[in-house]
């Protein structure tokens, strides 16, 4: 047993929104004909994982000080790669992709905004690859394709 003090004033409830996109590749070319499920969920904006500092990804020595490389006969701070804001991955012998990333919640409101337009609508998505693992860093939902730049 716990003997966790909560405050009075703690919310009993939460409420997210989630949204499911899904398209089919046009980009890529190895990929066309291959389809794409990607859920976009939305997370508190002040959580620590939507606000990631510099600082988060300086990369440490084994003692835990921050580590430096020298450049041009200057010390420069080693950064560490962020993993990205979702997960990404193919469907085992099928052509689908299935993904999810987490963003602010008015994020997923402008996107469901989006959804109400008449327009052709585009994904635009970049992944890293990275311990045998894709990861999203960038999701955009948008009226211009992509391709045409």
Not at 5 to 16: A, G, M, Q, R
Not at 21 to 34: A, K, Q, T
Request: a negative charge; one cysteine or more.
């Amino acid at each position: 047993m716990t003997n966790d003090v909560v405050s009075p004033d703690t919310n009993l409830y939460e409420f997210d929104s989630d949204l499911h996109l899904y398209g089919d590749y046009i980009y890529p070319d190895e990929r066309i004909g291959h389809t794409c499920s990607i859920t976009v969920c939305s997370q508190d904006p002040n959580d620590d994982f939507l606000n990631p500092t510099l600082d988060n990804f300086q990369a440490r020595e084994d003692d835990g000080s921050r580590k430096y490389r020298k450049a041009r006969g200057q010390l420069e701070p080693v950064y560490k790669i962020p993993k990205g804001m979702g997960l990404f991955g193919k469907t085992r012998g099928e052509s689908n992709w299935n993904g999810a990333i987490w963003v602010p919640q008015h994020i997923v409101a402008q996107m469901t905004v989006l959804l109400t337009s008449s327009q052709t609508l585009y994904i635009e998505m970049i992944e890293i690859k990275a311990e045998r693992k894709r990861r999203l860093t960038h999701l955009s939902l948008q009226t211009s394709n992509p391709i045409e730049g």
